[in-house]
């Protein structure tokens, strides 16, 4: 089991930054693909990025490619979603994900079995 604690959300002005960090508890942390997720109000929570087991394998979602960056390490538990150029449309609750499968190459909620509580990102105009 792992357990994920998001942090590192807030407000922020369009074209600004935000470093999300999500800590996971347990021995284990290497062996879970991890992503981010988000939710906007009145929406369905949707992909924003993913990483493979040993980091070598990342993919994006499309409204954000180019201005999200996820990492991880292992060594401390951690993954993070380092944001630049926000803007109003990433306005959204943020969720750690956790999944112990080795199917990198699809991402949908179903997969994974472990979220965070969510982190609130507000990006002001």
């Known amino acids: 089991q792992v357990q994920l604690v998001e942090s590192g959300g807030g407000l922020v002005q369009v074209g600004g930054s935000l470093r999300l960090s999500c800590g996971a508890s347990g021995r284990t942390f290497s062996t879970y693909r991890m992503a981010w997720f988000r939710q906007a109000p009145g929406k369905e929570r949707e992909f924003v990025a993913h990483?493979?087991?040993?980091?070598?394998?990342?993919n994006y979602a499309d409204s954000v490619k180019g201005r999200f960056t996820i990492s991880r390490d292992d060594a401390k538990n951690t993954v993070t979603l380092q944001m630049n150029s926000l803007k109003p449309e990433d306005t959204a609750v943020y969720y750690c994900?956790?999944?112990?499968?080795?199917?990198?190459?699809?991402?949908?909620?179903?997969?994974?079995?472990?979220w965070g509580q969510g982190t609130q990102v507000t990006v002001s105009s």
């Open positions: 994900a956790a999944s112990r499968d080795y199917n990198i190459y699809t991402v949908d909620t179903s997969q994974f079995g472990h």
């Open positions: 990483i493979s087991q040993n980091g070598g394998y990342t």
